[in-house]
């Protein structure tokens, strides 16, 4: 039988079928994934083939069709190793915030570097307009400039009031999308908002660390009733970058991407050369500093904080 996985809780996988009945399926052996280590080998999105165990009514995973792409992130616990996100994604939804809490840009970027070095198309959406200040409305309204201005779809929304929702599911509609971001910006309050019917458990935040306290514990795959599906992911605290090579970097900048044909020499890092074209558009601000800077970050492979300010 074939069918794709819509929920991953480590050891237990639940597979939807051909005919939408949906089966409790674990693996046996090892499936091997083009030398890919990780520390999950089956990932919400994925497409399996799998059989009925004798007797029972659960299921054995036999065989991972081959992806279109994942997204994928260094394994907390194992940094030899990676930690696939979810698997076949249409489109990639950054869920931000300005506050309560904060997301930065870091997190923002690396997310986006990883997405295009899959090729997956990403959207960068502001959750929680309703609470900004004047002055956070502000910020927003420059981040969302910019991106936009780079080739990402972004703007603001509110699941509290509706904002934009409209917007948002004409995005979605009928592809399969990740939402992906801190705990906390309201991955889930969006998901109930763009369909009721899904009753996803929402939760606080911290008074303490202003922080979001996590309700979605497993990647999970749900169908909204206006024709799309949404992998609601757990609130990701860090994103660090997996077998990214420094020399390829720039390549997962769009406004990097089209300047360095220009640079004075080809191997150049933009990172201390003469006559580097994208240096001088940084200088000229055609390319922000602040997204420059997280681009060095990277570059140089520094630990640093995921959810303060840049």
């Known amino acids: 039988m074939k069918g794709k ?185 969006l998901v109930n908002a763009l369909d009721p019917s899904q009753h996803l458990k929402i939760g606080a935040i911290s008074d303490v660390h202003n922080k979001g306290m996590h309700t979605t514990t497993f990647a999970e795959m749900h169908h909204l009733e206006f024709g799309s599906w949404i992998v609601d992911t757990p609130g990701i605290k860090e994103f660090a970058l997996y077998d990214m090579e420094a020399e390829t970097l720039a390549q997962r900048f769009p406004e990097m991407r089209k300047l360095m044909s220009q640079c004075r020499f080809a191997n150049c890092t933009h990172t201390h050369e003469p006559g580097c074209a994208v240096k001088e558009a940084v200088e000229n601000g055609d390319i922000a500093d602040w997204r420059y800077n997280n681009y060095l970050r990277m570059y140089n492979n520094e630990d640093w904080s995921y959810g303060t300010d840049d």
């Open 5 to 189: 996985v819509i929920k991953s809780t480590g050891s237990w996988y639940i597979v939807l079928d051909e005919q939408g009945r949906q089966w409790e399926c674990r693996l046996r052996g090892k499936i091997r994934l083009d030398g890919l280590r990780s520390t999950n080998p089956v990932a919400v999105g994925d497409n399996v083939v799998f059989e009925q165990e004798p007797g029972k009514d659960t299921g054995v995973i036999k065989k991972i069709d081959p992806r279109n792409n994942i997204i994928v992130r260094k394994s907390v616990n194992l940094s030899k190793a990676s930690h696939i996100i979810a698997a076949n994604i249409d489109l990639a939804i950054i869920v931000a915030t300005i506050a309560q809490p904060r997301t930065s840009t870091g997190f923002i970027d690396r997310f986006m570097v990883t997405a295009e070095a899959y090729h997956i198309p990403t959207a960068l959406v502001f959750n929680k307009c309703d609470l900004y200040s004047d002055d956070q409305i502000g910020e927003m309204a420059e981040l969302i400039e910019y991106y936009s201005s780079i080739g990402y779809t972004s703007f603001g929304v509110s699941a509290k009031t509706g904002f934009k929702l409209d917007e948002l599911k004409a995005l979605m509609q009928d592809k399969i999308c990740l939402f992906s971001g801190h705990s906390g910006v309201g991955k889930s309050a």
